[in-house]
């Protein structure tokens, strides 16, 4: 058994959060750069040309790249091998309380303070007071094999995260309906989100497996599909999105997606659950093993 | 084009949907919180702690201020959020307002009706905007963090027309 002390992760998590915040994820970057030099609209193009100017402003001042610095959305992998054992000890308030869970909490706390990054979270969603800090974070634990911990920090932004969309589809809908559900989601969300955007695809599974994979899509975006199928539906729905026209900034044309990733699960005989989870051109991840 | 706050109604009038500006003056941010508050307010008859008659409103929350700079990283939020409030805020005066994407019809109703603007900023370009403000002082709902109404003074903020004061839009 390998045992891991609270200050690695600490510090790994909140170094994470940091740069996750300030460097441009360089799938993105590229995909604007190509999609810009095929752009029609003026306005359109002259607006990718400014969304890349301050993605290198950000670096070089060492700023966010954008004021929402999201709600911290973390997917461990933790080796079955592993223990965690306490460093020093972090009072908070969290749950489960777990020295992994305060460990991760506490090294947003420091990221977002160490990084001057803005606390975007409320306490209660009704209520809804600052807790000041940016905690807590949304944490996705997988058990896998090995002596690691895969870290994986997402600040994901609400402009975005709002227009997400999620429905139970049943069998007789097949691919067809999958598709019009997910292009429906993005001709919804408009000029909203912050487009140039990608789009993460959950299909199957149970309601909040779906979900969850739309989110994990989110975070390999330009990785390749696998599966020719899905492949192909992946290409199929790029082109369709863009046909919509909303454009970047909403300044029409002919990029309103960078990208589309579907992740599926096995599902039930009477399911079909689908659901979307929209990054806008910022879309962060940023990943460490320890 | 080069505009200076606040924008008076026979500039207001020349502007079309589409136009570039570049916006220089002073302008406030609120957003969700604010907005409540204002929005509050303005319904049981008492004053806002800021005047926003005729001035113009950015709906954001910065970053906090690394050292040695006046204001973090800010950039538009959703506008569509302050849809809820915004048609009663025109009516009272308010005038212009900056954000990022569509807004409800009840919105453009209020603008066509008061003469009002909508401008819009390029979501996500926070970095490069901050570079635009030249002072940032909390004048209200200092409780509310990044949430608070700040006062700007911004240079060559640069900005679209999205809805006009004919109620002309480029999401159309």
């Given at each position: 058994m390998r045992e891991i002390p609270t200050t690695k992760i600490i510090?790994?998590?909140?170094?994470?959060?940091?740069?996750?915040?300030?460097?441009?994820?360089?799938?993105?970057?590229?995909?604007?750069?190509?999609?810009?030099?095929?752009?029609?609209?003026?306005?359109?193009?002259?607006?990718?040309?400014?969304?890349?100017?301050?993605?290198?402003?950000?670096?070089?001042?060492?700023?966010?790249?954008?004021?929402?610095?999201?709600?911290?959305?973390?997917?461990?992998?933790?080796?079955?091998?592993?223990?965690?054992?306490a460093s020093c000890g972090p009072a908070q308030e969290v749950k489960p309380?777990?020295?992994?869970?305060?460990?991760?909490?506490?090294?947003?706390?420091?990221?977002?303070?160490?990084?001057?990054?803005?606390?975007?979270?409320?306490?209660?969603?009704?209520?809804?007071?600052?807790?000041?800090?940016?905690?807590?974070?949304v944490i996705h634990y997988n058990i896998v094999s090995g002596d690691n911990i895969k870290i994986t920090v997402?600040?994901?932004?609400?402009?975005?995260?709002?227009?997400?969309?999620?429905?139970?589809?049943?069998?007789?809908?097949?691919?067809?309906?999958?598709?019009?559900?997910?292009?429906?989601?993005?001709?919804?969300?408009?000029?909203?989100?912050?487009?140039?955007?990608?789009?993460g695809v959950g299909v199957g599974g149970t309601m909040e497996k779906a979900a969850l994979l739309s989110k994990e899509a989110l975070a390999q975006m330009f990785e390749k599909n696998t599966d020719p199928v899905w492949a192909g539906v992946e290409s199929r729905l790029l082109e369709k999105i863009n046909a919509l026209g909303i454009g970047a900034a909403g300044f029409k044309g002919n990029t309103t997606a960078l990208g589309v990733r579907v992740l599926t699960y096995a599902t039930h005989i009477a399911g079909l659950p689908v659901a979307v989870n929209i990054g806008c051109h910022v879309s962060r991840h940023m990943s460490a093993v320890i | 084009m080069n505009l200076q706050t606040p924008l008076t109604n026979d500039v207001i009038a020349k502007l079309k949907a589409g136009d570039a500006i570049k916006l220089t003056g002073t302008i406030y941010t609120a957003r969700d919180a604010a907005h409540q508050r204002m929005y509050e307010a303005h319904i049981n008859g008492s004053t806002a702690p800021f005047d926003y008659t005729g001035q113009a409103v950015f709906y954001a929350g910065p970053c906090p201020a690394p050292p040695g700079k006046l204001i973090g990283s800010v950039g538009p939020t959703t506008a569509g959020r302050m849809d809820a409030y915004a048609p009663d805020l025109i009516k009272a005066g308010l005038k212009v307002m900056i954000g990022k994407g569509a807004r409800s019809p009840k919105v453009t109703e209020a603008i066509t009706q008061y003469g009002g603007l909508y401008l819009v900023a390029i979501g996500g370009t926070a970095a490069l905007m901050a570079k635009?403000?030249?002072?940032?002082?909390?004048?209200?709902?200092?409780?509310?963090?990044?949430?608070?109404?700040?006062?700007?003074?911004?240079?060559?903020?640069?900005?679209?027309?999205?809805?006009?004061?004919?109620?002309?839009?480029?999401?159309?």
């Open positions: 510090q790994t998590v909140a170094e994470l959060c940091i740069k996750a915040n300030i460097h441009a994820d360089p799938g993105i970057c590229s995909a604007i750069k190509q999609a810009r030099c095929k752009e029609t609209s003026t306005l359109a193009k002259s607006a990718m040309g400014v969304i890349l100017e301050n993605m290198d402003v950000a670096k070089a001042e060492n700023m966010p790249i954008c004021q929402d610095t999201g709600m911290v959305v973390v997917f461990v992998d933790m080796g079955e091998d592993v223990r965690v054992v309380k777990s020295l992994i869970n305060l460990a991760i909490n506490e090294g947003v706390r420091r990221g977002y303070r160490d990084g001057y990054l803005r606390a975007s979270v409320v306490h209660d969603p009704i209520s809804r007071k600052n807790t000041g800090d940016n905690t807590p974070a997402m600040p994901k932004g609400f402009g975005s995260e709002n227009k997400g969309g999620i429905k139970m589809l049943t069998p007789s809908s097949g691919l067809a309906g999958v598709e019009d559900f997910v292009v429906d989601v993005v001709r919804q969300a408009g000029p909203d989100p912050c487009p140039p955007i990608v789009v | 635009c403000v030249q002072s940032s002082d909390v004048v209200a709902y200092d409780d509310l963090g990044t949430e608070a109404v700040r006062k700007l003074m911004v240079v060559d903020m640069p900005l679209v027309v999205a809805i006009d004061s004919t109620g002309g839009s480029i999401f159309e």
